[in-house]
């Protein structure tokens, strides 16, 4: 069953504390994708990677870290350096970045207490 | 940069009846535009796309139209149904960079 999958559905942290979001995707797809996306907000663009080991800003990047060290992996730590981390966040890849479809895993709602 | 408009933010139907939302680009260089329909809690799924030398593209009860003079697209869902009650997102993309810029959403409620 192909797809791609974001773990954990819910997760929840107290300010101050580094999280670390989980991507996978089984889809042999490039290209991966971190969205931000609030309430009655379209999805923002945090970071993305075109292939291994090779990462770039997106129009959010302040208080995030990515890493891309296999293709199917693409996890996202939310720093203490980001001011408002509540969030629903949503990875999503793609055939390569020139291919235009993009697919969205079910996403992590991350709550900071 | 580009820039996406949508509108309207809340739209509510009848079932059965007709449902339009339309986008707004700013760069006349995109050249792809995808709708995605995002349910409660969940990822967007990609609906329907269209590309920049097409005028219109339809899929069942979806259709998508661009305009590219005016830089804009609609998405025109008929024979509304309960179930296509959800959030749908417009999105351009630009030809360097890859990158989707994302409307601000329209929750579209059809009540039975």
């Known amino acids: 069953d192909g797809g791609i999958t974001q773990s954990p559905k819910y997760l929840f942290r107290k300010e101050g504390q580094n999280v670390t979001l989980s991507c996978e995707q089984n889809l042999n797809h490039d290209a991966m994708y971190w969205y931000r996306q609030d309430p009655g907000q379209g999805l923002r663009l945090i970071y993305y990677s075109q292939i291994v080991n090779d990462f770039q800003k997106g129009d959010i990047a302040e208080g995030y870290s990515v890493s891309r060290e296999k293709k199917e992996s693409f996890p996202l730590t939310v720093t203490s350096a980001q001011k408002n981390p509540t969030a629903f966040y949503l990875c999503a890849s793609s055939i390569g970045l020139a291919v235009d479809t993009q697919y969205f895993g079910p996403g992590t709602r991350l709550t900071v207490l | ?112």
């Open chain 2, 1 to 112: 940069g580009e820039n996406v408009e949508q509108h309207p933010s809340t739209l509510s139907v009848q079932e059965g009846d007709s449902a339009v939302i339309k986008c707004t680009y700013s760069d006349s260089a995109s050249n792809y535009f995808p709708w995605y329909k995002q349910e409660l809690g969940k990822g967007p799924q990609l609906i329907i796309d269209i590309r920049s030398n097409v005028g219109e593209k339809k899929d069942q009860r979806i259709a998508v139209t661009l305009n590219k003079t005016a830089k804009h697209f609609s998405l025109h869902i008929t024979e509304t149904q309960p179930e296509d009650s959800a959030v749908y997102f417009c999105a351009a993309r630009i030809n360097q960079g890859g990158k989707l810029i994302f409307g601000q959403g329209t929750e579209l409620s059809v009540k039975p």
